[in-house]
């Protein structure tokens, strides 16, 4: 009996914090709606953060890539597999690295001024 109570307070748990983020996001996009509209605002912003950003995350995501492509090669070669590496490290950045490093650096850049 402990493990359904054990299992159903997990559930409602779980429930209630999607429960949570549906309200945050439908107020999030309420407020967005909002007057008054400071379109020119979310341009500069935009170009601030997306465009001018551009060369951190390059330059990180570059950086980063070299890397894990030296430490990936030595583990490769053990086993005779260095024609992976390339797809390893595409793979690697591109699901995993890459979108966290990219926001780091965004928001690090963000909050600096």
Do not use: C, D, N
Request: proline residues 3%; positive net charge.
């Amino acid at each position: 009996m402990r493990f359904l109570e054990t299992i159903g307070r997990w559930a409602l748990t779980y429930v209630t914090e999607m429960g949570r983020m549906l309200i945050f996001v439908v107020s999030s996009f309420a407020w967005l709606t909002r007057p008054p509209f400071r379109i020119t605002q979310i341009v500069k912003q935009l170009h601030f953060i997306g465009y001018k950003s551009t060369f951190v995350v390059v330059l990180t995501a570059a950086f980063t890539g070299m890397v894990l492509a030296l430490q990936g090669y030595y583990t490769l070669r053990k086993f005779g597999s260095e024609g992976l590496l390339g797809s390893a490290v595409a793979l690697s950045m591109i699901r995993e690295l890459g979108p966290v490093l990219a926001a780091l650096m965004v928001t690090a850049r963000a909050v600096r001024l």
